[in-house]
């Protein structure tokens, strides 16, 4: 049972990170004592447990009955399949990668490899004092359904973005114990979590970012607002997967995603459309209602973003000076860009669409869009397709 995904390769980290580090790392991964808190069972040593204080069952909710609304875990999965192995190179030395650990089915390995490339920057450089340059290498895989094959790329950010760590909050990792051990192997069901304050200290805030391509083989659908409720939402472990731009053919096409967290700029804006959830009881009669959020206030084109364009259009095909660069840089960091005509948003954006992932187990991926007319399917104007409603 369960969606099973073979990965190939590794992303190689320069500078090499010394073996304690790795160590350290993988004690978080361990696959029996390192289950995160996603149904409110949690171990102690895990990222949940030791990273965000989060183990056990809120007061008043059984087991079985846990949502992600809830809050009881800030993990993409129960389990992270990520970690950092050392070899040895006759000519280089020692190398540092990160791998698989080939346990089978490793859910929202997507997401977690973002979670896992943000965690291991932070901790080489608040407790080693390593500044990491460069992930470096391709990982691919492929799923259940043959049809789904991608590849996975860590790139640098252009401006760096907030993520959900707060390493004043968590600093420096305990060491993990016999005892500690022999405890996770009772799951803590009866556990009493005690919802944390807020994090202690700045956030952390990422400088590389997970690329994902996929080739289409199966066409895009809008998810519904039923299953966006009942999966507690488009992020998985705070972090969301952001279509680059929309694509123009059924079939045959590559899609580029990025992951950012939610909270970031490139994601979110406080006046975005919110998304009509579902009630508790999830009726049926809402079980087709697309997962499409609109709003009624149309966004005027701010000056910065339009001194922005015109300086973007200026440098297009010329060697652009360093200074003009900068400042293009430093106008646009906080702007979004529509999924499809690529137009710059610093307000909210107009619209919203929860994309189905169209192969097997995966979560579902956002798209941002400055005005309906942007807004379509490969086989139609989803807004004149589906039912739209303002929120």
């Known amino acids: 049972m369960g969606y099973c995904t073979g990965l190939k390769g590794s992303i190689k980290i320069k500078p090499p990170l010394?073996?304690?580090?790795?160590?350290?790392?993988?004690?978080?991964?361990?696959?029996?004592?390192?289950?995160?808190?996603?149904?409110?069972?949690?171990?102690?040593?895990?990222?949940?447990?030791?990273?965000?204080?989060?183990?056990?069952?809120?007061?008043?909710?059984?087991?079985?009955?846990?949502?992600?609304k809830?809050?009881?875990?800030?993990?993409?999965?129960?389990?992270?399949?990520?970690?950092?192995?050392?070899?040895?190179?006759?000519?280089?030395g020692v190398e540092t990668f990160i791998k698989w650990d080939k346990i089978d089915k490793f859910y929202e390995f997507m997401y977690w490899m973002q979670y896992f490339v943000d965690f291991v920057t932070l901790y080489a450089k608040h407790e080693f004092g390593i500044v990491i340059q460069q992930f470096d290498g391709i990982i691919k895989w492929t799923g259940d359904n043959l049809e789904e094959h991608g590849r996975?790329?860590?790139?640098?950010r252009k401006t760096a973005e907030v993520t959900g760590f707060y390493p004043d909050d968590f600093l420096p990792l305990p060491p993990p114990s016999e005892q500690e051990a022999q405890n996770s192997a009772k799951r803590c069901y009866k556990t009493h979590l005690e919802m944390?304050?807020?994090?202690?200290?700045?956030?952390?805030?990422s400088v590389f970012g997970v690329e994902v391509t996929v080739k289409l083989k199966a066409s895009l659908k809008i998810g519904t607002l039923y299953n966006v409720e009942r999966d507690g939402g488009v992020s998985r472990g705070g972090y969301v997967l952001l279509l680059k731009e929309s694509p123009n053919k059924a079939l045959n096409e590559k899609l580029t995603?990025?992951?950012?967290?939610?909270?970031?700029?490139?994601?979110?804006?406080?006046?975005?459309?919110?998304?009509?959830?579902?009630?508790?009881?999830y009726n049926r009669?809402?079980?087709?209602?697309?997962?499409?959020?609109?709003?009624?206030?149309v966004e005027i084109k701010s000056l910065k973003c339009l001194a922005a364009d015109a300086m973007e259009k200026l440098g297009a095909g010329k060697e652009v000076g360093v200074e003009l660069k900068a400042y293009v840089d430093e106008l646009t960091a906080a702007c979004r860009r529509c999924t499809d005509c690529g137009?710059?948003?610093?307000?909210?954006?107009?619209?919203?669409?929860?994309?189905?992932?169209?192969?097997?187990?995966?979560?579902?991926?956002?798209?941002?869009?400055?005005?309906?007319?942007?807004?379509?399917?490969?086989?139609?104007?989803?807004?004149?397709k589906h039912k739209v409603s303002d929120s």
């Open 70 to 92: 809830d809050g009881v875990s800030k993990a993409p999965s129960f389990y992270c399949q990520w970690i950092l192995v050392n070899k040895k190179n006759e000519e280089t």
């Open 343 to 384: 137009r710059r948003l610093e307000g909210p954006a107009y619209l919203l669409a929860v994309w189905r992932w169209p192969y097997g187990y995966s979560s579902s991926f956002l798209g941002i869009y400055c005005s309906g007319g942007c807004f379509k399917e490969p086989y139609g104007d989803a807004v004149k």
């Open 196 to 205: 944390p304050t807020h994090p202690k200290g700045a956030v952390f805030m």
């Open 152 to 156: 996975i790329q860590i790139k640098n």
């Open 257 to 281: 995603f990025y992951i950012h967290h939610e909270r970031s700029d490139v994601v979110h804006h406080p006046d975005d459309p919110v998304f009509k959830c579902m009630t508790d009881d």
């Open 18 to 68: 010394p073996q304690k580090l790795a160590d350290m790392v993988n004690s978080l991964v361990h696959p029996y004592t390192g289950r995160n808190n996603n149904d409110g069972d949690g171990d102690p040593y895990s990222f949940d447990g030791v990273i965000h204080h989060l183990t056990g069952l809120p007061k008043g909710i059984k087991h079985g009955e846990v949502s992600a």
């Open 285 to 297: 009669r809402h079980r087709d209602e697309k997962a499409v959020a609109i709003t009624k206030n």
